[in-house]
């Protein structure tokens, strides 16, 4: 019997993208919506006009999210493109200083010079623009920009988030709605923060301190400002 054993591991920088989105979307679901409704029955408004703010709140913020996004992200893919066209140019123009800029590369990360310019003489054989994208310019399948990804995880994440606290609110008797909001809201971002985080690898319990923290503020801000409208109104 050999010996030899399959070495696996598992990382998780190709969660990274999608994870990101999500949870970003997530978070501001949550938030900005229960932050709207606590402040608006703050101010005084009936239980239906909160829910119909909830509810332009979900529509409005999902494809905010998706637009920022896209925008964000598709605005890195063309830095990307651009950072690669301009690449493949200097590449045809002069590929013995591109070997030598990628062996000093390699260099730098440690190799001896000799071993490193067989490195680079053997990838950039194999895939020059490959080579210098990942090593040089930082850019490799794995990382690139995904537009379309990003804001279809941002809106989809986002509706789920806001769809929490506008189901507590549907669900609440209006005189309870306020603490009721908050507090179950509080506890989804709780839950959203310690699930990322030990997805990500990180303490589940720092990941739901932070964004239990931000959230509370973000419903007492607003809540003292539907107060204040609400009295001054």
């Known amino acids: 019997m050999s010996s030899w054993r399959r070495h696996a591991e598992r990382h998780r920088t190709d969660r990274i993208g999608w994870l990101r989105a999500a949870v970003l979307g997530a978070n501001d679901g949550i938030v900005s919506t229960a932050s709207l409704i606590v402040g608006v029955a703050a101010a005084g408004a009936g239980h239906a006009s909160i829910l119909v703010s909830g509810v332009a709140a979900l529509v409005a913020g999902a494809m905010s999210m998706a637009a920022g996004e896209y925008v964000s992200v598709h605005s890195q893919a063309d830095t990307e493109q651009a950072d690669l066209a301009r690449e493949r140019v200097e590449l045809d123009k002069d590929p013995v200083a591109e070997r030598r800029e990628l062996a000093a590369i390699y260099v730098g990360r440690g190799l001896e010079s000799g071993l490193a310019q067989q490195v680079a003489e053997q990838l950039m054989a194999h895939d020059a623009l490959g080579a210098h994208a990942r090593d040089e310019l930082g850019?490799?399948?794995?990382?690139?920009?995904?537009?379309?990804?990003?804001?279809?995880?941002?809106?989809?994440?986002?509706?789920?988030?806001?769809?929490?606290?506008?189901?507590?609110?549907?669900?609440?008797?209006?005189?309870?709605?306020?603490?009721?909001?908050?507090?179950?809201?509080?506890?989804?971002?709780?839950?959203?923060?310690?699930?990322?985080?030990?997805?990500?690898?990180?303490?589940?319990?720092?990941?739901?301190?932070?964004?239990?923290?931000?959230?509370?503020?973000?419903?007492?801000?607003?809540?003292?400002?539907?107060?204040?409208?609400?009295?001054?109104?």
């Open 139 to 233: 850019i490799s399948e794995l990382r690139g920009a995904q537009p379309v990804q990003a804001a279809l995880f941002s809106a989809a994440s986002f509706a789920l988030g806001a769809l929490l606290p506008l189901a507590v609110t549907a669900l609440a008797p209006e005189a309870l709605l306020i603490p009721l909001v908050a507090g179950s809201s509080l506890a989804f971002l709780a839950l959203l923060g310690a699930v990322a985080a030990r997805v990500g690898g990180a303490s589940a319990l720092l990941g739901a301190w932070r964004v239990t923290f931000w959230g509370a503020l973000a419903m007492v801000i607003t809540a003292a400002v539907g107060m204040l409208f609400g009295t001054t109104g």
